[in-house]
């Protein structure tokens, strides 16, 4: 009886979330997202954008959604503002760079050189970072995801120096190499100009830009790319953990993934979804030029220490490391197989008797072990998201 009453109350619990689901679409004021003949006109003088709702929502997997992990609720007002900003070279000193120049959605919004070209030809510090590559930052800063579990947030750069995308977007618009524009003064050029006083208007209720519109618009946007449609996460949905044999995976595929799950799994996560760790050591030098997190706290202990990147989309989001060091995959394989450097930081994960003085691991992957772990790594790239219309450019 009990468990009856319990399962009729589920269903009224269902049926009245269905309904909540079905106001809140209700509730998207079209008039926010759509335009007027009159705006249209002007916005199609510059872009190519719908005159009726873009819609930026996004879905989870099961495999994630089982984790706890929340779908970010995308305003699409802000997004679209957010996608216009991103492709806009309106955006730097000199009108020549845009947010896409090094970070370009056929790559997962990374770049294909070691280091990026700012507005002034100068090059960048590092290695651009792919934005696609966590399957929602939203989710694994604010510590959904696995990260919930581990309680870790993940930062952005390398060395984790922003805590939201919005102060990461300020950073780099402000950067001297990178865009070079004062925000406040990149704030009046915008408010000016007659497609973002219609973008603006609708985004934030008023067509003036200001800076902290301008980034939290790119947050929105960027926090909308979810890249979780990949032949990995269709073997996960399958089979409900990353430690079986996939039945959608060759032979190969499974023999890398077995090889990761045993060797780079203590600091990138087995689901390429949760955080298992942050920042890491991982032997690339023994005297590091580029400190990393060391640069920035001037502690000896974090010398070398770098971000543990999300490894989505892998294949495509070459050079690899913070300084693009390495050109390909089968480098990177070499190094973890027989070129880890005994730096006094180098990670614990990555010595052979799991104490500091232990000397480095040497893997010593044969061929075929190799060949397998770059075929593994394959798997986790997703064509839908690289080729989505709702990341393009919007520029004519
Ligand atoms: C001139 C090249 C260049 C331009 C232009 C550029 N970026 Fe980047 N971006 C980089 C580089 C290089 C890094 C890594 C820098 C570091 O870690 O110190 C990076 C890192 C990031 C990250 C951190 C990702 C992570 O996983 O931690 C985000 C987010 C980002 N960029 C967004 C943007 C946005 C938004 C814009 C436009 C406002 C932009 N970038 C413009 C080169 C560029
Ligand atoms: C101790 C933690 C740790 C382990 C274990 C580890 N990695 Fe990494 N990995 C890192 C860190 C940290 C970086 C970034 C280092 C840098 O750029 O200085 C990295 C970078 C990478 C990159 C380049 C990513 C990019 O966007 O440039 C790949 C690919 C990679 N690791 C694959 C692997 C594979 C495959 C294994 C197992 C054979 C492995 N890692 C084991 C910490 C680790």
């Known amino acids: ?226 890249s979780v449609s990949s032949p990995f996460d269709e073997g996960l949905d399958r089979h409900q953990t990353p430690f079986a044999d996939f039945s959608n995976f060759s032979q190969q595929e499974n023999l890398g993934k077995t090889l990761f799950n045993t060797h780079c799994n203590g600091c990138h996560a087995s689901d390429f979804t949760g955080l298992v760790e942050t920042v890491a050591n991982n032997g690339l030098d023994i005297e590091y030029e580029d400190k990393g997190l060391g640069e920035r706290t001037r502690l000896e202990f974090d010398n070398g220490r770098f971000k543990v990147p999300f490894l989505r989309n892998i294949a495509l989001t070459g050079p690899y490391m913070h300084d693009g060091r390495f050109d390909t995959l089968e480098e990177v394989i070499d190094h973890y197989s027989e070129g880890i450097q005994d730096h006094p930081n180098l990670d614990i994960r990555l010595r052979e008797g799991f104490n500091n003085e232990a000397s480095p691991t040497r893997m010593n992957f044969s061929e075929e072990e190799k060949a397998a772990l770059i075929a593994f790594l394959h798997t986790v790239t997703d064509d839908k998201f690289v080729q989505d219309e709702r990341y393009a450019d919007p520029f004519k």
Not at 39 to 52: D, G, K, R, T, V
């Open 1 to 226: 009886m009990k468990i009856k009453t319990l399962s009729l109350s589920m269903g009224y619990l269902l049926i009245g979330s269905l309904l909540f689901v079905s106001c809140l679409e209700d509730r998207v004021d079209l008039t926010k997202v759509s335009y007027t003949d009159e705006e249209y006109a002007i916005l199609s003088q510059y872009l190519n954008i719908p005159q009726a709702r873009a819609s930026f929502q996004v879905e989870f997997p099961l495999h994630m959604t089982r984790t706890g992990a929340v779908v970010p609720d995308i305003d699409d007002a802000k997004a679209t503002l957010g996608s216009v900003l991103f492709y806009d070279k309106q955006l730097s000193a000199n009108n020549k760079v845009s947010c896409e120049s090094c970070h370009k959605q056929a790559l997962a919004f990374s770049d294909d050189v070691a280091l990026s070209e700012g507005f002034n030809g100068q090059l960048t510090k590092r290695n651009s970072l792919p934005l696609a590559s966590t399957p929602n930052f939203e989710s694994s800063y604010n510590g959904n995801g696995n990260a919930f579990f581990t309680g870790l947030q993940a930062g952005f750069f390398w060395d984790e120096r922003a805590h939201s995308i919005a102060e990461q977007s300020k950073m780099t618009l402000e950067d001297e190499i990178e865009m070079g524009v004062d925000i406040y003064e990149l704030a009046g050029k915008l408010s000016e100009m007659p497609y973002y006083r219609i973008l603006f208007e609708k985004a934030y209720g008023s067509p003036s830009a200001t800076p902290d519109k301008i980034t939290d618009a790119l947050e929105v946007f960027i926090n909308s790319f979810v």
